[in-house]
């Protein structure tokens, strides 16, 4: 059975950092893209970025790159989501979802979120 | 912006037929998915490609696609399917995915 499981919900001051993650399991988890989704409270679905858990290639959507940092240990079957300097905007529900290579729009398994607050 | 444009919200009567549309450039050359999401759980794929559904979702849902607009067609839609229903595909210049507003279905 194919699983993403993601660490669970995190509570945050501004300027802390925080590192979430999403463990695949029962499949080859360097064979498929995982990606990042973010659903702020009370609205819609806005893709991160993603990760290729092969090599490590990211592709970051322009709303958010150089504000977080995806990265994978393949070892471990993990990816991972990363902040260095929380914000109150950045309070929100985090998905991982799984991708083919050739079918990189449709995320067919995702994890059951993982809800980050921001809050002084 | 999302580079993908969804009403906001369609509402139909319980029995009927709803098809949500979602419009955008890049549907020109790309496929969109669709996703339900019901309040407090993940989304879920229940269209994708051509006109694909995952194991497990019921034939009344199907897709379709013409020009810049892709669309969610639920034939006979039930109360389970109240709902909130998102489109991805790529963006117009096919390096980034994007998503959809959302659209959210009421059954009468």
């Known amino acids: 059975e194919v699983q993403l499981v993601q660490s669970g919900a995190e509570v945050k001051k501004p300027g802390e950092s925080l590192r979430i993650s999403c463990k695949g399991s029962g499949y080859s988890f360097t064979s498929y893209w995982i990606s990042w989704v973010r659903q702020m409270p009370g609205k819609g679905l806005e893709w991160m970025g993603r990760i290729d858990p092969s090599d490590s290639y990211t592709n970051y959507s322009p709303s958010f790159q150089g504000h977080v940092t995806i990265s994978a240990d393949k070892s471990i079957s993990t990816a991972y989501l990363q902040w260095s300097s929380l914000k109150a905007s950045d309070t929100a529900m985090y998905y991982c979802?799984?991708?083919?290579?050739?079918?990189?729009?449709?995320?067919?398994?995702w994890g059951q979120g993982t809800l980050v607050t921001v809050s002084s | 912006s999302s580079e993908l444009t969804q009403d906001p919200a369609v509402s139909v009567a319980l029995g009927q037929t709803v098809t949500i549309t979602c419009q955008g450039d890049?549907?020109?050359?790309?496929?969109a998915s669709w996703y339900q999401q019901k309040p407090g759980q993940a989304p879920l794929l229940v269209i994708y490609?051509?006109?694909n559904r995952p194991s497990g979702i019921p034939d009344r849902f199907s897709g379709s696609s013409s020009g810049n607009t892709a669309s969610l067609t639920i034939t006979g839609a039930q109360a389970e399917d109240e709902a909130d229903y998102y489109c991805n595909s790529r963006d117009s210049s096919g390096n980034h995915l994007v998503f959809g507003g959302g659209t959210k279905l009421t059954v009468l």
């Open positions: 890049s549907l020109r050359s790309f496929y």
């Open positions: 979802a799984r991708s083919d290579y050739g079918d990189p729009e449709t995320f067919d398994y």
């Open positions: 490609g051509k006109n």
